[in-house]
């Protein structure tokens, strides 16, 4: 299921939409293929070879590794990871759903962490560092953490230079935003403006 396109927003552009690696199926797989080689056996073995009990266990142990692959599975697919040209977002749950949103502004350090094997099968763990209230947002099973981390700070590095070019853009009197912030600073120095007053021209300002 592809990130909705509807929930981007104007000028908005998705740069990855990215769910689990496959390791985060590995264990349910593993017990599922086990269960139904036993299941297998039971089945056609004769009565004295397995016994009644032994042939409910492994019909048992199938039911059980069915639902558990069954569930590890919905989560699999509702998961995912998505970065935006202006943010990142996670998403999780299908029944009850959590997620969360990180400005690209707002992001301080990207780091990850890989084991050996996780190397060599291309997963990893990635971790946001930001100034919000949740401070670090850690997500696992991340495909290729490095090429992950390395677009992040691309698209940070894009995000800074639009603001950038904005703030340099005269605006329709003919004043670029920056000599206007240096106008309502100096308002503000002379006491002409209170704080609150600058804050809240200086917001209009920047997000023009």
Known sequence: MPF?????????????????????????????VVSIALGLYAAVATHGTVGTGA??????????????FAIK??????TMFVLTSDRILTRRGWISKSGVEIPLERINTVFFNQSLFER????????IESAGERGTE?????????VVQREIYVQMESNE????????????????????????????????????????????????
């Open 4 to 32: 909705p396109r509807k929930l981007l927003n104007e000028g908005e552009e998705l740069v990855l939409d990215l769910r689990p690696h496959w390791i985060f199926l590995a264990w349910p797989t593993l017990l599922l």
């Open 55 to 68: 042939k409910i266990a492994a019909l048992v142990l199938l039911a059980v590794a069915v639902v558990y």
């Open 73 to 78: 599975y919905a989560r699999w697919i509702t």
């Open 120 to 127: 060599m099968i291309g997963a990893g763990d990635l971790a």
């Open 138 to 146: 850690t997500m696992t099973d991340i495909r290729k953490p490095a």
């Open 161 to 208: 230079n639009r603001k950038f070019d904005r703030a340099r853009a005269p605006s329709s009197s003919g004043i670029s935003t920056a000599e206007q912030l240096e106008k309502l600073h100096n308002l503000l120095q002379q006491g002409a403006i209170t704080q609150a007053q600058f804050e809240a021209e200086r917001a209009k300002l920047i997000g023009s």
